[in-house]
């Protein structure tokens, strides 16, 4: 019997034993828990929780900037349409740069009318560029002066007026006051101006320009055909439009 209570006091103590073991156990684990986090806080840097994807907006991520969906894209700024449906915009923000002899034209056309010139001068074409960026007032004395010699030749207003706007655009719809158009000619010298008109119009495309008023595409161009009269469209455009034998506006889908 005292044995028996002799055991069970000892096994008593070993369970209060194995109580404390755990209860120490436990407290060092949630010491050494404070301590790692402690020290983790401190050493390194947490971002804040705006990466995961819940935190961008649906409408953010289905709308990028026009990469995949082909190259029709109408609101890139060198597939902009300009004409007398569609006049420019008053506040553009236009950036000119100036060409050798004095002509402007939009800075970011710049390069590929470079590399058109050479090639053609390669081929033994020497083109010059005769008319680029053209302010609103430029465009005005354009108009007005052709205007007035259509008169002088005794048309009436109506008619002249007519006239007129078949060859210059009002002001307001030319590309020229968008520096995206250029005239080009021969430099008189060394090349008829129809040698220059012959090459850019099987060349032009390579670089990203197009005929803008073609033969026969008047009624949607609004304008009479002028082959020295190019626009930068981009190459891709510029291929389909010259492989197709469209204008702009039949490409872009808004024939009037
Ligand atoms: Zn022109």
Same mark, same amino acid.
């Not at 430099?187 to 990203?208: I, K, M, P, Q, R």
């Not at 609004?222 to 190019?230: A, Q, R």
């Given at each position: 019997?005292?044995?028996?209570?002799?055991?069970?006091? @000892?096994?008593?103590?070993?369970?209060?034993?194995?109580?404390?073991?755990?209860?120490?156990?436990?407290?060092?684990?949630?010491?050494?828990?404070?301590?790692?986090?402690?020290?983790?806080?401190?050493?390194?840097?947490?971002?804040?929780?705006?990466?995961?994807?819940?935190?961008?907006?649906?409408?953010?991520?289905?709308? +990028?900037? =026009?990469?995949?969906?082909? #190259?029709?894209?109408?609101?890139?700024?060198?597939?902009?349409?300009?004409?007398?449906?569609?006049?420019?915009?008053?506040? &553009?923000?236009?950036?000119?740069?100036?060409? +050798?002899? =004095?002509?402007?034209?939009?800075?970011?056309?710049?390069?590929?009318?470079?590399?058109?010139?050479?090639?053609?001068?390669?081929?033994?074409?020497?083109?010059?560029?005769? &008319?680029?960026?053209?302010?609103?007032?430029?465009?005005?004395?354009? #108009?007005?002066?052709?205007? +007035?010699?259509?008169?002088?030749?005794?048309?009436?207003?109506?008619?002249?007026?007519?006239?007129?706007?078949?060859?210059?655009?009002?002001?307001?719809?030319?590309?020229?006051?968008?520096?995206?158009?250029?005239?080009?000619?021969?430099?008189?010298?060394? &090349?008829?101006?129809?040698?220059?008109?012959?090459?850019?119009?099987?060349?032009?495309?390579?670089?990203?320009?197009?005929?803008?008023?073609?033969? =026969?595409?008047?009624?949607?161009?609004?304008?009479?055909?002028?082959?020295?009269?190019?626009?930068?469209?981009?190459?891709?455009?510029?291929? @389909?439009?010259?492989?197709?034998?469209?204008?702009?506006?039949? #490409?872009? =889908?808004?024939?009037?």
């Amino acid at each position: 019997m005292q044995t028996n209570m002799r055991q069970a006091k @000892e096994r008593k103590k070993n369970i209060r034993k194995s109580y404390l073991f755990i209860l120490l156990l436990v407290c060092a684990v949630a010491a050494a828990y404070v301590v790692v986090n402690i020290i983790d806080n401190q050493t390194s840097y947490h971002p804040p929780n705006i990466s995961g994807p819940e935190a961008i907006p649906q409408n953010a991520q289905s709308n +990028s900037s =026009g990469n995949g969906k082909g #190259y029709a894209n109408e609101n890139e700024w060198y597939l902009i349409l300009v004409n007398k449906w569609n006049p420019i915009e008053a506040n &553009s923000n236009i950036e000119v740069i100036e060409l +050798s002899n =004095g002509e402007r034209v939009d800075e970011r056309i710049y390069p590929y009318l470079q590399e058109m010139f050479d090639a053609a001068r390669k081929d033994g074409i020497y083109p010059i560029v005769a &008319s680029g960026y053209r302010t609103e007032e430029e465009q005005t004395r354009i #108009y007005n002066e052709k205007l +007035s010699a259509y008169m002088a030749d005794g048309l009436s207003y109506e008619e002249a007026k007519n006239e007129t706007e078949f060859w210059v655009a009002v002001p307001g719809s030319s590309e020229h006051q968008f520096g995206l158009a250029v005239d080009i000619n021969a430099d008189g010298v060394h &090349s008829t101006d129809y040698e220059v008109y012959d090459w850019l119009a099987n060349n032009a495309h390579l670089y990203g320009f197009i005929t803008r008023y073609p033969f =026969g595409k008047t009624h949607l161009t609004g304008v009479e055909n002028e082959p020295w009269h190019y626009r930068y469209v981009g190459i891709n455009a510029a291929t @389909e439009i010259y492989n197709q034998g469209i204008c702009l506006e039949e #490409y872009l =889908g808004k024939v009037n």
